[in-house]
C-alpha cells in the first residue's frame, strides 16, 4: 500500500474515531433516551468515547510519523539535487 493510500485510511480512522468520541458526548449529555436507560446507557456513551479514543489516538502519532519520515527524505533531496 502506497504512503498516500495509508495516510489517507489514518486519516478517516482518525476521522472516525474523533466522530464516535463527539457522539458518545453527545449521548451522555444531550440524549434523553440514553440518560433514560440508566447505567446501561452509561456503558454505551463510555463504549463510543472509548472506541473513539482508540481509533483516534494512534492513527495521530503514526500519522506524525510519517509526516516527519516524509519531510526528513524532501530535505535529503533538496540537498542532494
Known amino acids: 500500500m ?3 493510500k495509508l495516510l489517507m ?3 478517516i480512522m482518525m476521522f472516525t474515531g474523533i466522530s464516535l468520541i463527539l457522539l458518545g458526548i453527545w449521548c451522555h449529555t444531550v440524549s434523553d433516551t440514553i440518560a ?3 447505567v446501561t446507557g ?3 456513551s463510555a463504549c463510543l468515547v472509548a472506541v473513539g479514543m482508540i481509533l ?3 492513527t495521530k502519532m503514526y500519522i506524525t510519523f510519517l509526516l516527519v519520515k516524509m519531510e526528513e527524505e524532501h530535505r535529503k533531496k ?3 539535487g
Open 78 to 80: 533538496q540537498e542532494k
Open 9 to 11: 485510511l489514518l486519516k
Open 2 to 4: 502506497s504512503d498516500n
Open 36 to 38: 433514560s436507560m440508566g
Open 42 to 44: 452509561i456503558v454505551i
Open 56 to 58: 483516534s489516538l494512534p
